[in-house]
Each structure stands twice: as structure tokens, then as C-alpha cells.
């Protein structure tokens, strides 16, 4: 998946038609773009850290439950050690997370309403994990899309983030979300450049996303590509998720984005031009962005 400057040039085309044509009604476009105000520094989501309902083995870990309906969780070791994993159930589906820092780190509770069975885990040996603590918790949102408007592990930013303040410079002059959209987008796909080293070196490891060396660097893989555009739409407000499965090509990573008034936009939908009709940076960004197979869901962040 390397950068093409011909299929650069193909798709700054793309997109403006995408700006001009995006608020008309029409077959390539459905969507009827609302005027809407910008995102203001004071009413960007962040993640709390209240304490007034945690789980902990009293040594290794501590899990802050009290967002819980907020759509996230907060987690940090008690001192510092390897192997810890917090896990986020809901009747089949389950996410393990390392815990590698004493800081507070953000998790997102993602699988709609209902039960979760949380779980503080210690390496025995290799994948073998014993319980330290376990609790169930009843999750009823506030809001379907809080999970993916605030930072978390994978989304990681903060208000010091290069990538926080790249996304308030990016849409300073756009009038409405698509246009927002279709800029954040624009500038992921033209400042990346996918790093084939990168992919080999952690072909066989989970290595979590890199947003701000990503973006100043100009590199990175497709975990990187997602992640960076799910947190520039964040910071506006824009609910956003990173997604993680297979398609046709190769386990990958691409994103959806939440437009008001239309729903998910999915890989199928927006943007759609001719061969181009992606909302996936890396792939818009390589040999194959004409790419129409299969998107099939492992998890989402």
C-alpha cells in the first residue's frame, strides 16, 4: 500500500467534487447537508476520572467505573508491572486491553446497553491469565454515540496533542460536517505515507496506534491511518470509530463517521465517485483504492 501521487491528484478531485455536489440531491450524493456551528475548545468531551465506583485486587490494578454510562471506563496499575490486561465483556463478545502505565488510561464500553462483566487479568504464563477482580455492572447510555466521541487507548489525544490542534486549523473556514469531514479525511490521505517496514515489524504484535508521530512524521499503517482520522473528527464533535477486521485484501483497519440527521457512514456510502467510494484513508491512499469486496467487522474502539 504505498502513495501514489497520481491517485493524490485523483482524489483531491474526488473530494472537491465531493464539497461542491455533497449538499445537492442527486444519485452520488443523497445526502442534504445541513449549516451547522463549529466545534468550540469548551465543549470538547473528556474523560473523568471521579472514583466513585471502581474495581481493584487492592496491588496490581484499579478500574474507575463511574463514566460507565458515559460510554468509557478509566484504568491505571497500582505500581508498575507487566502483564495485566483489563477485560470489557458483554455476553459473547470481549475486549482485553494491556495496562502499562500508573496514569489513568481511557476504555471505551461499546456493545450497547446492558450487562458487561469487567476483569482485571495477570499473566501466569504465555496466554494463560488468572482473575485478580471481577465485576459485573449494568451499562445504560446516555448517549449511543458517547463511546466514540471522547479519546481513549487506541484514540489516543490530549489538549496538547499536535492532532488536537491540526483538526480545529483543518475546518476553521467549513460551514457544515460533510465539508468537515471531507477535509479531515483529505488531509489524513495526503500526509500519510503507508510504512511497509512498520507493517513487517509488527505483522505478529499488537502495537497501538501512533497518532501524533503518524501525522509529523508522515507515516504509518493502517491502524495509524484510522485512528488519526477517528481523532481529528472526535475533537469536532464528529462521532467516530476505528474499525478492525478483514477484508478481501488483509486484516486492516478503516473508519466509520457519524454524520447527524444520516447515520453511520459506512465504506459504502459517502464519497462515492465513479471507482472511488471509500471512506478508508490507507486504502484511498494506495493501489487499491478502486477496491469494492467485502468489510467485515472483528471490533471496533
Request: with cysteine.
Amino acid at each position: 500500500m504505498k502513495n501514489y501521487k497520481k491517485l493524490k491528484k485523483i482524489f483531491c478531485i474526488l473530494i472537491g467534487l465531493c464539497i461542491c455536489l455533497g449538499c445537492q440531491d442527486s444519485k452520488e450524493y443523497p445526502t442534504k447537508c445541513k449549516e451547522s456551528p463549529s466545534q468550540t475548545e469548551e465543549q470538547v468531551l473528556w474523560p473523568k476520572q471521579e472514583q466513585s465506583d471502581v474495581l481493584s485486587d487492592g496491588s496490581l490494578a484499579l478500574v474507575d467505573l463511574s463514566q460507565k454510562n458515559d460510554g468509557y471506563l478509566c484504568a491505571r496499575l497500582l505500581q508498575e508491572t507487566e502483564g495485566i490486561k483489563i477485560q470489557i465483556a458483554k455476553n459473547d463478545k470481549k475486549y482485553n486491553y494491556d495496562l502499562k502505565t500508573t496514569d489513568f488510561k481511557t476504555f471505551p464500553i461499546n456493545m450497547g446497553n446492558g450487562s458487561y462483566t469487567i476483569k482485571i487479568l495477570q499473566q501466569i504464563e504465555g496466554t494463560r491469565y488468572a482473575i485478580c477482580a471481577s465485576c459485573t455492572v449494568d451499562v445504560q447510555l446516555t448517549n449511543d454515540l458517547a463511546p466514540y466521541l471522547y479519546p481513549n487507548q487506541i484514540v489516543d489525544y490530549t489538549a496538547d496533542s499536535y492532532v488536537y490542534k491540526k483538526s480545529f486549523e483543518l475546518v476553521k473556514e467549513d460551514k457544515d460536517d460533510l465539508t468537515r469531514i471531507a477535509h479531515l479525511f483529505k488531509y489524513v490521505v495526503d500526509t500519510l505515507n503507508y510504512d511497509d517496514q512498520k507493517a513487517k515489524d509488527v505483522s505478529e504484535t499488537f502495537v497501538l496506534p501512533d497518532i501524533d508521530g503518524s501525522l509529523k512524521s508522515h507515516k504509518g499503517i493502517c491502524f495509524d491511518y484510522a485512528a488519526s482520522l477517528a481523532a481529528l473528527c472526535r475533537i469536532q464533535g464528529i462521532p467516530a470509530k476505528v474499525i478492525v477486521g478483514w477484508t478481501d485484501i488483509e486484516y486492516h483497519a478503516w473508519v466509520e463517521i457519524y454524520l447527524k440527521d444520516k447515520g453511520w457512514i459506512n465504506p459504502k456510502i459517502y464519497f462515492k465517485k465513479e471507482k472511488w467510494n471509500l471512506v478508508d484513508p490507507t486504502f484511498a491512499d494506495s493501489k487499491n483504492s478502486d477496491y469494492e469486496g467485502k468489510y467485515d467487522e472483528v471490533y471496533h474502539y
